[in-house]
């Protein structure tokens, strides 16, 4: 494992880059196959359902913008500029977006050309569609092998996370599949023999299934941590080292946390190379619309 490490040395709730819709869209005919546009969106009226499906986070006045210390220049204001599969633009426009959150203005273009990134922002301000776009970009999806793998720490994030990504991947004809604890574990087999193109999961359910020779991680281009700041500063830090020193070498690997302490830094440097790092300023970290106070209790 040691050598590994060294071969390597490495939902948000409504805002400006948040979905309000979570629609599949008006089919197309040949003619109306164009570039997506504001007027192929479905109704904001759906956007109750699509807020279930996030984290509740996002509260009403909430600057979604925030101040971004980042060591990425190029900015793409709309997600035109991407230059994204029009498949993956239908799906994104049906979803309910309207135009990148600054995170995602900054974090895509980088995850989409490969590079490893440690991304922070504010709960609500789109980190779950940050890596779900870039990776549904990137995937190739003539192929059944797993290409990407995400893992959250718990089971409900992980399902939050697959229901995002079908949902984004609505038109390019991808397979996700969540691989928690808690469910069916000969499912999970059978499932993942067929071939799964994107895998998101809690470590030690993805752990076992490497184990068993029944998730094969050699074509895996893309590896998510997501929530890092628990995943890595808990017990899960040991399980997810489990995990990594079986995916191949050049994998690429994507941090992202409403909070990026120290220590979490100092770990993430072990299995990453030279990433690009898209942070916010330490005095933005709360959100606007929660009050903090304490008791002091003699």
């Not at 003619?31 to 109750?48: G, H, I, L, V, Y």
């Not at 600054?102 to 922070?120: H, T, Y």
């Not at 004809?173 to 993942?192: F, V, W, Y």
């Not at 023999?193 to 030690?204: F, L, N, R, W, Y």
Request: aromatic share 6%; net charge negative.
């Amino acid at each position: 494992m040691e050598q590994q490490y060294q071969q390597v040395e490495n939902f948000e709730g409504q805002g400006q880059g948040e979905p309000s819709a979570p629609g599949k869209g008006k089919a197309y005919s040949n003619d109306e196959q164009k570039k997506p546009t504001r007027e192929n969106e479905p109704s904001k009226e759906r956007s109750t359902t699509i807020r279930q499906l996030e984290d509740q986070e996002g509260p009403d006045g909430m600057d979604v913008e925030g101040h971004i210390q980042s060591s990425w220049t190029e900015i793409a204001t709309n997600f035109d500029d991407m230059k994204l599969k029009e498949a993956l633009l239908r799906g994104i426009y049906a979803y309910g977006f309207e135009k990148p959150s600054s995170i995602q203005q900054r974090a895509i273009i980088p995850c989409i050309r490969g590079l490893d990134v440690i991304a922070q922002a504010q709960s609500g301000t789109g980190k779950t569609a940050t890596f779900s776009i870039s990776i549904l970009e990137r995937i190739d999806n003539t192929s059944h092998h797993t290409q990407a793998l995400i893992l959250a720490p718990t089971r409900e994030l992980a399902q939050q996370i697959q229901k995002v990504l079908l949902a984004l991947g609505d038109y390019v004809n991808i397979s996700c599949h969540a691989c928690i604890g808690g469910t069916n574990l000969k499912e999970d087999m059978r499932r993942l023999e067929k071939g799964v193109q994107i895998i998101v999961g809690t470590p030690g359910r993805v752990y076992d299934m490497i184990n068993r020779r029944v998730l094969i991680p050699d074509k895996i281009q893309m590896f998510v941590l997501d929530e890092a700041d628990e995943m890595l500063s808990r017990g899960f830090k040991d399980q997810i080292y489990d995990v990594f020193r079986y995916l191949p070498k050049d994998v690429q690997v994507m941090l992202l946390s409403a909070t990026m302490p120290a220590d979490v830094m100092d770990v993430s440097t072990k299995f990453m190379r030279d990433p690009v790092t898209i942070l916010v300023q330490k005095e933005e970290l709360t959100l606007e619309g929660i009050n903090q106070f304490y008791i002091n209790v003699e």
